[in-house]
C-alpha cells in the first residue's frame, strides 16, 4: 500500500467541473489584477474569520512582510517571535530590516510560549526597548496562546501580527485583555492587529499556485495594507510610502472561492482522521512511553467539542528514534515529514547577523530531533491509516 503524505487528487477531481468554468470566467473577463474575484474571496475570508477586513496577498510568506512594512518599523527594530515555524516568519522579519528576538516553545503546543516571551519583553522594556512587535504562529493548525499574548502586548503596547499560515479556521477561547472572565471563540487571524494566512497548495486551503490574505480589525489598517500591496501607491503613481506588488491572482481567488465552501468538511475529517489515529496507537500500545500524539490542548474550554481547535494541518508525533522511524517509513512507502530539522537561530543565514548562535531554546530544540509529522489530508482511508499506525509498531517491535 502507498500513503502519501498529502494527495490533492481526490479534491481536484471532486470540483474540477467547477473550478474551470470559475478560471474561464476570469479568462474571458480580461481582468486580470485585483478585480470582482479578490474582492469577493477577500469578504467570504474575512467572515469567515471573523475579521472586519480581508485584503489578498500573493502568499503567506507575502502577507507576512506586507504586514511588517504596514507597521513602518525602523531598522534595529526587533520583532519577538518562535524559534520553531517555517522559514518565511523569520525571512519576513529580516527582509523589512527589522531582526527576530526568539522565545522558546510551549512542549506540548510548540507554539510560542507567553511565560519565556514574558522573560524577553521585561528585559527589552528595561534596556532599550526595541521589540515593535509579537508574531506568534498558530503551528500545525492549533492556535497560540493568544490570551496571554494578547496580555503582554497590551502591557508592552506592541501589535500582534498572527502568523496564521497553518491555521486558517482554528478557533481559541479568547479571554480579552481585563476581561479575565468569560472566553468567547475566536478564529485564527482575528485576534491580533492583523492574521496573514497562505493558500499554498499543502494548507488546509490551498489554491492551484501561490496565494495568501490578511485578515484585520482595524479598518485603517486594511487600507495601509492594500496601499503597501500595490507598490505603496495611493493614488495611483503617487508614493508616500515603498510597498511591493503583493497582489493576489484573480485567477488563484477563483479557484479559493470554490474550495472555501468545502473547507469545514475538510477540518472535520482531518479531526476524525486525528481520532482515529488515537484510537489506533493507543491499541497497538504505541501511544504513550514511546511515541507522543499531538494534543488538543484548549479541549477542556467549555463547548470544545463544537469548535475546530485543531484543524491538524499536520498530525506531529513525536519520539526519540525519530529520524530511524522516519526512513523505515518511508521504505514502507509512508509519507511522512520532519517539521522542522533546524531551529531558526541555528539556522546558517543568521550568521551576519549577531549573535544568534549562542542562544539556546531547548524545547524548541528538541522538538526539531524528535517531531514527525504523518499523514492526515481529508480523503485518508482508514486501512491507510491502518497500514501506518501498523508500520509504526512493526518498527518499535524491531
Ligand atoms: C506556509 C507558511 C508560510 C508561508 O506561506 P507561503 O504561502 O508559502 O509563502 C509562513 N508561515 C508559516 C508558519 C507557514 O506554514
Not at 148 to 158: N, W
Not at 244 to 256: H, M, S, T, W
Not at 331 to 347: A, F, N, R, T
Request: glycine content about 6%; hydrophobic content about 40%; some cysteine.
Amino acid at each position: 500500500m502507498k500513503v502519501p503524505l498529502l494527495d490533492l487528487q481526490p479534491q481536484t477531481a471532486y470540483f474540477r467541473e467547477q473550478i474551470i468554468q470559475e478560471i474561464t470566467e476570469v479568462v474571458d473577463s480580461t481582468c486580470y489584477i485585483l478585480g470582482p474575484k479578490v474582492t469577493r474571496l477577500e469578504q467570504e475570508i474575512a467572515e469567515y474569520s471573523g475579521a472586519a477586513a480581508a485584503v489578498g496577498v500573493s502568499s503567506g510568506t507575502d502577507a507576512l512582510v506586507a504586514s511588517l512594512m504596514a507597521l513602518e518599523l525602523q531598522a534595529g527594530d526587533k520583532v519577538l517571535t518562535t524559534p520553531y515555524t517555517f522559514f518565511a516568519t523569520m525571512g519576513s522579519i529580516i527582509r523589512v530590516g527589522a531582526l527576530p528576538v526568539f522565545a522558546d516553545v510551549d512542549d506540548r503546543t510548540l507554539n510560542l510560549d507567553p511565560v519565556k516571551a514574558a522573560e524577553i519583553l521585561e528585559a527589552d522594556a528595561a534596556g532599550e526597548r526595541k521589540i515593535k512587535a509579537i508574531m506568534p504562529v498558530h503551528l500545525f493548525g492549533q492556535c497560540a496562546d493568544m490570551s496571554a499574548l494578547m496580555d503582554l502586548a497590551r502591557q508592552y503596547e506592541v501589535p500582534v501580527i498572527e502568523d496564521a499560515a497553518q491555521a486558517i479556521g482554528a478557533e481559541y477561547p479568547f479571554i480579552a485583555p481585563k476581561n479575565n472572565e468569560k472566553a468567547t471563540w475566536k478564529k485564527a487571524g482575528s485576534m491580533g492587529l492583523a492574521g496573514c494566512f497562505s493558500f499554498f497548495p499543502s494548507k488546509n486551503l490551498g489554491c492551484m499556485g501561490d496565494g495568501g490574505m490578511i485578515t484585520t480589525c482595524d479598518s485603517a489598517f486594511a487600507e495601509t495594507l492594500r496601499c503597501y500591496r500595490n507598490h505603496g501607491a495611493d493614488p495611483k503613481y503617487y508614493h508616500s510610502k515603498v510597498g511591493g506588488n503583493f497582489r493576489l491572482d484573480p485567477i488563484q481567488a477563483a479557484v479559493l472561492s470554490v474550495k472555501l465552501h468545502h473547507l469545514e468538511r475538510w477540518h472535520t475529517q482531518r479531526q476524525e482522521n486525528a481520532q482515529q489515529y488515537r484510537r489506533l496507537f493507543a491499541q497497538a500500545g504505541l501511544a504513550g512511553d514511546q511515541v507522543a500524539l499531538p494534543e488538543a490542548v484548549y479541549s477542556n474550554a467549555s463547548d470544545a467539542e463544537q469548535h475546530n481547535i485543531h484543524i491538524y494541518n499536520q498530525f506531529v508525533i513525536r519520539t526519540e528514534r525519530r529520524d530511524a522511524l522516519k526512513e523505515y517509513l518511508q521504505g514502507k512507502s509512508i509519507g511522512c515529514e520532519i517539521y522542522y530539522p533546524v531551529c531558526l537561530h541555528q539556522q546558517d543565514c543568521l550568521e551576519t547577523l549577531g549573535s544568534y548562535a549562542a542562544q539556546s531554546f531547548p524545547v524548541a530544540e528538541q522538538a526539531s530531533r524528535d517531531s514527525l509529522a504523518l499523514p492526515i489530508y481529508p480523503e485518508l482511508s482508514n486501512e491507510q491509516q491502518e497500514y501506518v499506525v501498523e508500520a509504526i509498531a512493526e518498527f518499535f517491535r524491531l
